[in-house]
């Protein structure tokens, strides 16, 4: 490991020492890409000269000791010495994370796909709200939202919503959240007072490019139909929403939210591409989904993930055991502390893997 940290800490001065040349300076695209890296490395090379550092304290802090006679010292230099020890293995774990395969999409942007599932309306009602806590959640972030398609009720809820979340590192954050989201509550319908169950199906997938997905439009038929949603006074005047349905596998998006049939062509396309890279992924990464579903959860959209307790005013996380009493909030779009607690979750397993097999 620390072979592998002192050649990071070499690259990173060599690249600082690169971005001064005029030849580098000259070149916009080469001048990115290594700042792009050398940004990469940086958290790393901090954390290698914390642990470097703490390793110094501790040997000067012993040698002191050694030579130290006066008592009220040597308690001073005792308590340092012990404080840099317990402080060394916790910077060690640091690093050890920071080492950890990188995921190549964190950076991406994504799709997302709310279904509402068992319980009706009050399904459709839990599944507008999910939607609102992901849009709430990309606006902390100041990432951008944009409705692809959707079909309401006119009680405010949702049967499904699909959309992007734009923004830099989308998907490291927002990718464990794929899966069956359960609510308990009592439906504003329900007359009895009654606790209701009722579930709605999330599935994050990451935006891909064209290139990493075979994708043969002679393999799709595609119709137009009439816009229902909101868009500007065009929407029931012309077929501008897109259907699109992929005959090898039976997969059809649907995309009526932009206001030309172009655009809304385009993103269906993209929405279709997202999922064959996920259907693709899912069997190229057997070993990988079997890890994830020891730690966060498979992904899969039939796995049941978290449950929303309103008359306890309790979230529960199943696959990490996390409960949290602030329903609202996190319903208001703070994610934090459990998007926090799933990745800890995740790289703590990764390490585990690792260290089995000894490396």
Known sequence: MFERLDAMVRRYEDIGREVQEPQVLADPERYARLMKEQSALAPITDAYARYQTCKKDISDSEELLGAESDEEMREMLKGELAAAKEKL????QELKILLLPRDEKDDRSVIVEIRAGTGGDEAALFAAELYRMYARYAERQRWKVEILDSEEIGIGGMKNVSFTIRGQGAWSKLKYESGVHRVQRVPVTESGGRIHTSAASVAIMPEVDDVEVHL????????????SGAGGQHINKTSSAIRITHRPTGLVVTCQNQRSQLQNKE???RVLRARLYEIEQEKQTSEEAALRKSQVGSGDRSEKIRTYNFPQGRITDHRIKLTLYKIDQVLDGDLDEIID???TADQAAKLAKLEEKGI
Do not use: G, K, M, W
């Open 89 to 92: 293995p916790q910077l060690e």
């Open 216 to 227: 043969d439009p002679n393999d799709c038929d595609i119709d137009t139909y009439r816009s």
């Open 267 to 269: 993103e269906a396309f």
């Open 341 to 343: 607690a799933l990745t």
